[in-house]
């Protein structure tokens, strides 16, 4: 098993920028593929990006792509999410995500999760 905590999440103005880390516990972290989601109060959770296991290959949501990177440090059991250009529309509760087998933009075929951190854009 894995535990996610996410940190970096806070107020920011919009067109400034953010970086999101969640930290994993244990010694197998690269076992694991990595995702971000976001939840908006009253919508539904949304796929944000993905990594690979190693890092090699990467998947975007189509409303963060060019603005957002994830990127992840297996010696560290850490993932990013780098956010640039922060709109207010990406204002959510954002959490990680971990699976050893499915690595893609299903949040329900994830096992593992945060308990997310707070993003808020002001306009």
């Known amino acids: 098993q894995v535990q996610l905590v996410e940190s970096g999440g806070g107020l920011v103005q919009a067109g400034g920028s953010l970086r999101l880390s969640c930290a994993a516990s244990?010694?197998?972290?690269?076992?694991?593929?990595m995702a971000w989601f976001r939840q908006a109060p009253g919508k539904e959770r949304e796929f944000v990006a993905a990594?690979?296991?190693?890092?090699?290959?990467?998947y975007y949501g189509d409303s963060v792509k060019g603005r957002f990177t994830t990127s992840r440090d297996n010696a560290k059991n850490t993932v990013y999410l780098q956010m640039n250009s922060l709109k207010p529309e990406d204002t959510a509760v954002y959490y990680c995500?971990?699976?050893?087998?499915?690595?893609?933009?299903?949040?329900?075929?994830?096992?593992?999760w945060g308990q997310g951190t707070q993003v808020t854009v002001s306009s």
């Open positions: 244990g010694r197998t972290f690269s076992r694991y593929a």
């Open positions: 990594i690979s296991w190693s890092g090699g290959s990467t």
């Open positions: 995500a971990a699976d050893p087998f499915f690595f893609g933009r299903v949040g329900r075929e994830y096992d593992y």
